[in-house]
């Protein structure tokens, strides 16, 4: 079977190409590249990024995206693979990507607008499958999905998602879930949302089997 895009897709596509050209491209990419918090991805790129779509491909119209799927998403990770900043997009699209299909109303209705535009950074985290998050360092939000469940735990003052302390890793871009009282390095299900004095913000998403 094969696949073409249409011709609206490729439009896209020569758009966004020439777009990450005009920013710098590759030269860009490595002056940022081991950037803890934009994690290769200038600040300037990753706001043009959300302004014509990208974090929306694979989502659904009815919730503020393209209305596309994977295919286009792939496409246009290809592309920006070619400038060496396909792997944070990659993270944060696959988070989004969660969110619009595991969580919940509320959960979407919170948090799907900052994704979509990128005002709000997310890494994705399955538990049991890693312990590090890649291009976590960036990240405002960890969105953890186990099965059908979904949390979206928050970025504390002082770096640390829902208390656990990270230890550092060969590619400093990524985050080590390994040590603290976080259900994300226990590896424990379901935990009770912090009060209001908390820093970090954590929501649990429980569907009926």
Known sequence: M???????????????????????????????????????VSPELWTLLGEVGVF???????????????????????????SLVDGPVWAHLTAVDAVARVGSAAQRERWICGLLDGSTRAALWLPGTTATVPFGEGADVLVEVRGEDLRVVTKQPDGTFDGFQSTETMDPTWLSLCAGPS??????????????????????HDRAV
């Open 2 to 40: 094969h696949f073409s895009p249409d011709d609206d897709t490729q439009a896209f596509l020569r758009g966004l190409r020439q777009m990450v050209d005009d920013l710098g491209g590759r030269a860009l990419a490595r002056r940022t590249m081991a950037d803890r918090q934009t994690c290769g």
């Open 56 to 82: 929306g491909l694979s989502v659904s119209e009815d919730d503020g995206g393209q209305g596309g799927g994977w295919y286009e998403a792939c496409l246009a990770l290809e592309v920006l693979s070619k």
């Open 183 to 204: 259900t994300l390095c226990a590896g424990q299900s379901g935990s009770e949302p912090s009060d209001a004095t908390g820093a970090a913000e954590s929501e649990t």
